[in-house]
């Protein structure tokens, strides 16, 4: 019995065959793409199953799609992607006995009660108590997600909260918001806190620097990759940059911590997340998590960790595909 299970975000489409018998699954073919090369989920999922071969791809009995973006009733419309898709056209199209489409942050979370104390990164100590564990990924956009139970029984809250409005808490993040709010309409939190954001939060921190009201970057082709390697050489708006991205992540997840009443634990995840842990680790994060008055002492307490692998994703809907727990899954490949 096979089961393809993918995770698909702004940036990269991870693919994964799962051969089990019910009971023990394993890893039979796995790839990663750029999310760019295709022009829908479909032709994504047409060009995987094009690489498996005839007797792998007869016995699939489903296929399980962590998507970045809000699913309701089967269907999802992309976030960062121009994409639409929905279960059932994927079914008949591919002649699937069944689809199904999650949300990538609540497939995500399924994957955290597995991870192994190598795959965390500790960025706040404190005592994890009885209450809701929160999930928020900084990649191509934010993901926040919600969860409580352990073991089998795990009950995840999927949401579309990096979508919430930029509060600023500091004259600098005041003076971001006001540059934010010539080009656009609606700020959010993923317009600051994800890979993109990360080059906006660069083009205010140049253009303060020079005086210039923009928030456009300067050259055309700066990218996260390259905001970071400036920053490892000391360039003064790279580092303004990285510091208020860490500060703003900070305050985002003290305030989710207190929505969800998060005393189990907060975990960050994401490809920008760890790609700037260094600045997380020891910028002023921490300060702006539990900066909130009142509540200073509860957040205190809470644990933050790091998630350093790029897999959890794709980890939490095969978990979540074969069966409730993910006991198991077995990270063995036969091809």
Request: charged content about 20%; glycine content about 10%; overall charge neutral.
């Amino acid at each position: 019995m096979h089961r393809l299970v993918a995770d698909i975000g702004g940036t990269r489409a991870r693919f994964r065959l799962l051969e089990g018998d019910g009971r023990q699954w394993w890893i039979r073919h796995e790839t990663i793409w750029p999310s760019q090369d295709f022009q829908s989920l479909a032709e994504a999922i047409r060009c995987y199953l094009a690489q498996l071969s005839r007797t792998e791809r007869a016995p699939i009995d489903s296929a399980w799609l962590a998507v970045a973006g809000p699913v309701r009733d089967g269907a999802v419309r992309f976030t960062n992607l121009p994409w639409q898709s929905d279960a059932e056209s994927l079914r008949s199209q591919f002649g699937l006995p069944r689809v199904y489409l999650v949300n990538d942050l609540e497939a995500l979370t399924h994957a955290v009660p597995q991870l192994q104390p190598e795959q965390l990164l500790p960025v706040q100590h404190g005592n994890a108590g009885k209450g809701c564990r929160l999930v928020i990924a900084s990649g191509t956009g934010l993901g926040v997600a919600g969860w409580h139970g352990s073991g089998a029984d795990i009950h995840v809250l999927p949401s579309e909260g990096g979508h919430a409005d930029l509060a600023p808490v500091t004259e600098r993040q005041a003076a971001l918001l006001h540059h934010l709010r010539r080009d656009l309409a609606h700020v959010s939190y993923e317009r600051v806190l994800s890979g993109p954001g990360l080059v906006t939060l660069y083009a205010f921190a140049t253009g303060q620097a020079t005086g210039r009201a923009t928030i456009h970057p300067e050259p055309s082709d700066v990218s996260p990759a390259r905001i970071l390697e400036l920053a490892e050489h000391r360039d003064p708006e790279a580092l303004t940059a990285v510091e208020l991205f860490s500060e703003l992540l900070g305050s985002f997840a003290g305030n989710a911590a207190l929505h969800w009443a998060a005393t189990g634990g907060v975990y960050l995840a994401g490809g920008v997340a760890i790609q700037l842990h260094p600045y997380i680790l020891c910028g002023p994060f921490t300060k702006a998590f539990a900066d909130k008055g009142r509540m200073r002492l509860l957040l205190e307490s809470i644990p933050v960790s790091l998630i350093t692998d790029h897999q959890a994703g794709l980890d939490g809907i095969s978990r979540l595909a074969t069966n409730p727990s993910g006991q198991g899954l077995r990270n063995r490949k036969t091809s």
